[in-house]
């Protein structure tokens, strides 16, 4: 068995991209619809609210723990092929999950088990690749595991939208199609080759990860679970900027429940289009976020910070409006929302890179990951309380003043709160002066705009 190189790679080898675009693929086959199942489920405002607050808790709150452990076993491939299989496999088993609750707790073990591999596979390929083609390279992978899940995205909603091919695979395969594809409500037959796929393209890809080749870790340099206290209680940027976030994400985790009763039951909007809104928010990622990494480079991680943040209020105000505004403009509400989704996508890619890039930038070069994942458990803990109390206000409002406008007035409150709440990060200050601002390029860009159109008159 050929050792672990100790050397890293100019480039990231052929097969993380195939293992990183399988994964993100089989992701892409069933998150999208995940809201989707539980509300067709029957699940109620509150119940929606805890479904996303496991969402965002359970992927983040071990995340620390898998790192230090992969560290002191000496092996982070191992821990990703566990993590993949156990993760994606377990997805399969929603199909027989009976009740809302049923569906909650199974999903909340099955991010947990899937949190195996998120900051075990940043480990590993952040070994592989050196320093100097370090941002290109994962630019790339980028590109190509969104694109994966893009496309996923988009042939499991059309799949889904064909429950009659249940019906013919369930017959092509006799008896065993009968045990593999028991028949059951025609809703939940929509979900069982997204589900299926997902598990398969799963299995795959975790035996393929085993033969990435993972470079030797050094047996000096542990990581332990990070000091979540100790590190927030220390006075500096990173503090400010934690502190500061817990208002946007209480505010931003609100909307979370709310925006797939706008579209399954407000719009109608099938499976399929569902797959296209989340296809549109991933295609608008992709774009701006290479354009907008490089511009925070040159103004700095604030401004962008800004400018992502405090656009966000535009996504829950734009879906509680989508009836009057589809009236008004007389096009159909799904336009309405894959408009929103787009605005989003640009809003994400502007923020949540320069958030990553921010915390490298304050946090002392030992300890940048401890400060990553502090971040990430502790604004995991704002979504789920946000989420968890956002639906029970919710279904309280509903038994008062009716479905429709308990949804409306909760998705209004988190346009207003994200709105006020974008203003605070204001407050956060650069660890370093940058050549450029966001005026100089915005004047910069005209310009040569100008000069361009100056040039072709002239021809």
């Known amino acids: 068995m050929q050792r672990p190189t100790d050397t890293n790679y100019d480039r990231l080898p052929p097969s ?18 995940l809201n989707t199942y539980l509300l067709d489920m029957g699940a109620n405002y509150a119940e929606l609210g805890a479904f996303r607050s496991v969402g965002n808790i359970a992927p983040t709150i071990l995340q620390p723990a898998w790192g230090a452990s992969s560290d002191k076993l000496g092996s982070n491939k191992a821990f990703v092929a ?29 991010s947990v088990l899937f949190s195996i591999q998120i900051p075990t596979w940043q480990s590993l390929i952040g070994g592989l690749i050196s320093d100097k083609n370090r941002g290109d390279e994962l630019g790339k992978l980028g590109v190509v595991t969104n694109f994966a899940s893009l496309i996923a995205t988009l042939v499991s909603g059309f799949l889904a939208g064909y429950p ?3 019906s013919v695979i369930r017959a092509g395969l006799g008896d065993i199609g009968i045990i593999l594809f028991p028949p059951v409500d025609a809703w939940r037959e929509a979900y069982y080759i997204p589900f299926y796929l997902t598990a398969i393209v799963g299995i795959i890809a975790s035996l393929l990860s085993i033969r990435i080749r993972e470079k030797s870790m050094s047996s000096d340099k542990k990581r332990e679970f990070p000091p979540i206290f100790e590190i927030l209680a220390r006075p500096g940027y990173f503090r400010r900027f934690a502190f500061v976030a817990v208002f946007f994400s209480f505010a931003m985790s609100m909307a979370w429940p709310y925006f797939i009763v706008v579209q399954r039951e407000w719009l109608s909007n099938s499976l399929f289009e569902i797959a296209i809104a989340s296809a ?13 990494g490089q511009l925070s480079d040159r103004v700095g991680r604030k401004p ?60 002392p070069e030992e300890e940048r990951g401890a400060h990553l994942s502090v971040y990430n458990t502790f604004t995991g803990i704002i ?77």
């Open 82 to 110: 566990f993590g993949t299989l156990s993760g994606l496999f377990m997805v399969l088993l929603f199909l027989w999950a009976e009740t809302p609750i049923h569906m909650i707790v199974m999903y909340g073990i099955q």
């Open 383 to 459: 979504y789920l309380v946000g989420s968890l109390i956002a639906g029970l206000v919710g279904e309280a409002l509903s038994l008062i003043i009716g479905d429709y406008i308990a949804v409306f007035l909760m998705l209004m409150a988190s346009a207003i709160l994200r709105l006020i709440a974008s203003f605070f990060y204001l407050l956060i200050r650069e660890p370093k002066t940058y050549t450029s601002t966001i005026w100089k390029e915005l004047r910069m860009f005209i310009q040569n705009k100008r000069h361009d159109t100056d040039l072709i008159q002239a021809r």
């Open 304 to 363: 962008l910070i800004l400018i992502g943040r405090s656009l966000l209020f535009v996504i829950p105000l734009t879906y509680a409006l989508a009836i009057p505004i589809s009236t008004f403009l007389s096009i159909p509400g799904v336009w309405v929302i894959y408009g929103a989704n787009a605005l989003a996508g640009f809003c994400i890619a502007a923020s949540m890179n320069a958030i990553t890039a921010y915390i490298y930038d304050v946090a």
């Open 164 to 166: 009659i091919l249940v």
């Open 16 to 33: 993380v991209y195939l293992v990183g675009a399988l994964t993100r693929f089989a992701v892409g086959l069933h998150g999208p619809f």
């Open 280 to 292: 549109i928010m991933t295609i608008s990622i992709v774009a701006f976020s290479i354009p907008l």
